[in-house]
C-alpha cells in the first residue's frame, strides 16, 4: 500500500517556474515507478512525466519536454516535478502516481494522490 500527498501547486504567471512535489507513505516507495499526470476541466487526464525506480530513466509527453523535469528522493520518499516555461495551457489539477512497472496509461497505476491545483494566468 502507498499513499501519496502532493504539495506545491499555485497561481503564477506565464513564463514563472513551479515545483510540486509528492510525499509517498511506506518503506517500499523505491519498487516503483512515479509519475505525473494532469487533468484540466472538461479534458482527460494525460500524461506529463514518470520516472524509473532509481530515478535513472524519465520519459516525458511531447508537450513539456524541455520544460519540466521530473527527478526522485528515494531517501526523502518524494518525487518532483519541476516546472519551468509555464503556460496557461499548463492549467491543471496535477496529480502524483506510483506503479511498479514503466507506463504512460493513467489506468495501470494502482495509487494515487489527491492532487495539486496548478493555474498559470497569462
Known amino acids: 500500500q502507498v499513499q501519496l500527498v502532493e504539495s506545491g501547486g499555485g497561481l503564477v504567471q506565464a513564463g514563472d517556474s513551479l515545483r510540486l512535489s509528492c510525499a509517498a507513505s511506506g518503506r517500499t516507495f523505491s519498487s516503483y515507478y512515479m509519475a505525473w499526470f494532469r487533468q484540466a476541466p472538461g479534458k482527460e487526464r494525460e500524461f506529463v512525466a514518470r520516472v524509473s525506480w532509481t530515478g535513472g530513466r524519465t520519459y516525458y509527453a511531447d508537450f513539456v519536454k524541455g520544460r519540466f523535469t521530473i527527478f526522485r528522493d528515494n531517501a526523502k520518499n518524494t518525487v518532483y516535478l519541476q516546472m519551468n516555461s509555464l503556460k496557461p495551457e499548463d492549467t491543471a489539477v496535477y496529480y502524483c502516481?506510483?506503479?511498479?512497472?514503466?507506463?504512460?496509461?493513467?489506468?495501470?497505476?494502482?495509487?494515487w494522490g489527491q492532487g495539486t491545483q496548478v493555474t498559470v494566468s497569462s
Open positions: 502516481a506510483a506503479h511498479q512497472l514503466s507506463s504512460d496509461i493513467a489506468s495501470a497505476y494502482n495509487y
